[in-house]
T-cell receptor, first 110, second 110 residues
Framework: NAGVTQTPKFQVLKTGQSMTLQCAQDMNHEYMSWYRQDPGMGLRLIHYSVGAGITDQGEVPNGYNVSRSTTEDFPLRLLSAAPSQTSVYFC?????????FGPGTRLTVT | KQEVTQIPAALSVPEGENLVLNCSFTDSAIYNLQWFRQDPGKGLTSLLLIQSSQREQTSGRLNASLDKSSGRSTLYIAASQPGDSATYLCAVAGTYKYIFGTGTRLKVLA
C-alpha cells in the first residue's frame, strides 16, 4: 500500500518548457488535489478533483492544467513554465474527513 | 474568504516544556480542522483531525482543541522533545477545499 506517490522528486525546467507532474494513489479516494508551497505563504490549492472526469480550480490555478481520467491518477501540467512557478508541489487525497499527502516535487524554473 | 493565521511564526523552547500552538480562522462555517507536521524538505504528516462537531482530539502527547464560535484551534504538546522540532501547520476544511495557515516553526532544545 504505497499511499500517495509523486514523480519526479526534483525537476529543473527552463522558462517556456512544459512538463507534467505525476500523482498516483492506491487508496481509492475520490477526492484529489494539488497544492504549491512557497516560503512564507503556506500551501495554496491549485486544482482539485472530486472524481474521475470532474475537476475544478483552487486558489492559484493560472498556468496549470489538470485532468482526471481514472480514480488513481491526477497529473498536473505546466504548459509554459515561468520562474514564478518555482515551488514545491504536493498532491493530496482525501477520504470522508482526512487529507493524505504525497512526498512532494521540488520544481525550479530558470 | 476564509483566512487562517498561525501565531507565533517561530518558537524555541527547552526540552521538557509544555507548549501551545495557535491557529485562528475567520469563517466559522468549517467542515473540519486538521493539524499537520512537516519536517524540512519533507511532505506533510497528519497529526490530528477535529471534525466540526467535536471539541478536541488527543493522540499521545498531543491534544488539539477546536472552538468554532471564536474561530480558534490550539495544539498542545506535552513534555516536548527535540524530535518534536518541525513546522506545524493547521488546515481548515470547507466544502472540498482546505485553507492552510503559514505554520509555526518549532525548535526544541536539548
Amino acid at each position: 500500500n504505497a499511499g500517495v506517490t509523486q514523480t519526479p522528486k526534483f525537476q529543473v525546467l527552463k522558462t517556456g518548457q512544459s512538463m507534467t507532474l505525476q500523482c498516483a494513489q492506491d487508496m481509492n479516494h475520490e477526492y484529489m488535489s494539488w497544492y504549491r508551497q512557497d516560503p512564507g505563504m503556506g500551501l495554496r490549492l491549485i486544482h482539485y478533483s472530486v472524481g474521475a472526469g470532474i475537476t475544478d480550480q483552487g486558489e492559484v490555478p493560472n498556468g496549470y492544467n489538470v485532468s482526471r481520467s481514472t480514480t488513481e491518477d491526477f497529473p498536473l501540467r505546466l504548459l509554459s513554465a515561468a520562474p514564478s512557478q518555482t515551488s514545491v508541489y504536493f498532491c493530496a487525497t482525501q477520504d470522508s474527513y482526512e487529507q493524505y499527502f504525497g512526498p512532494g516535487t521540488r520544481l525550479t524554473v530558470t | 474568504k476564509q483566512e487562517v493565521t498561525q501565531i507565533p511564526a517561530a518558537l524555541s523552547v527547552p526540552e521538557g516544556e509544555n507548549l501551545v500552538l495557535n491557529c485562528s480562522f475567520t469563517d466559522s462555517a468549517i467542515y473540519n480542522l486538521q493539524w499537520f507536521r512537516q519536517d524540512p524538505g519533507k511532505g506533510l504528516t497528519s497529526l490530528l483531525l477535529i471534525q466540526s462537531s467535536q471539541r478536541e482530539q488527543t493522540s499521545g502527547r498531543l491534544n488539539a482543541s477546536l472552538d468554532k464560535s471564536s474561530g480558534r484551534s490550539t495544539l498542545y504538546i506535552a513534555a516536548s522533545q527535540p524530535g518534536d522540532s518541525a513546522t506545524y501547520l493547521c488546515a481548515v476544511a470547507g466544502t472540498y477545499k482546505y485553507i492552510f495557515g503559514t505554520g509555526t516553526r518549532l525548535k526544541v532544545l536539548a
